[in-house]
């Protein structure tokens, strides 16, 4: 990467300006955040969020798949992206069917869109499970989900993307 010295004092003023603008607007949108400034629309779907999440510590990969459209997308850590609420619930199921696994998340941050049709959820999230040499393995991750609303008026999620932080 090159970096040009902005070298005439206006330049520099406005560049200044321009900076502590957009860092302004930075600290807003994440105070916002850590507020938990949200809408109720928001809230709602950070609370279905969590019943997926509650969903998942049941290990029911049929329960957890309800949560998705039927043309969702999921894009599981180091695994191929799948396509439909079939293919994710064969990735729960095969989670599942390790008993030592474990999962949990929780939505930090909500929004919906002003047309009120879109939504996203994100936050952090763990899970455990026996590694191949029997030792415990502790995750750690975060997440996000776009959601979408239904023609019935609920929300499922239609791109779920979740990501380790570590090995």
Not at 34 to 47: F, H, P, T, Y
Not at 134 to 148: D, S
Request: contains cysteine; charged residues 20%.
């Amino acid at each position: 990467m090159t970096c040009f010295p902005i070298a005439h004092p206006v330049q520099r003023l406005c560049a200044i300006i321009a900076a502590a603008g957009a860092l302004a607007l930075l600290f807003t949108v994440l105070s916002a955040f850590a507020a938990g400034d949200m809408s109720d629309d928001a809230k709602a779907l950070a609370k279905l969020d969590d019943a997926w999440s509650a969903a998942a510590a049941t290990k029911d990969a049929e329960k957890v798949a309800a949560f998705y459209a039927e043309d969702a997308v999921a894009y599981p850590p180091n695994e191929p992206v799948c396509v439909g609420r079939a293919a994710a619930k064969k990735v729960w199921a095969a989670y599942f069917a390790d008993t030592s696994f474990k999962i949990s998340w929780k939505s930090q941050h909500a929004e919906v869109s002003k047309g009120g049709d879109l939504g996203f959820t994100s936050g952090p999230y763990e899970a455990s499970y026996q590694g191949p040499d029997g030792a415990m393995i502790n995750e750690k991750g975060k997440f996000l989900c776009v959601w979408r609303k239904q023609a019935d008026g609920s929300w499922k999620a239609v791109h779920d993307m979740w990501n380790t932080d570590t090995k």
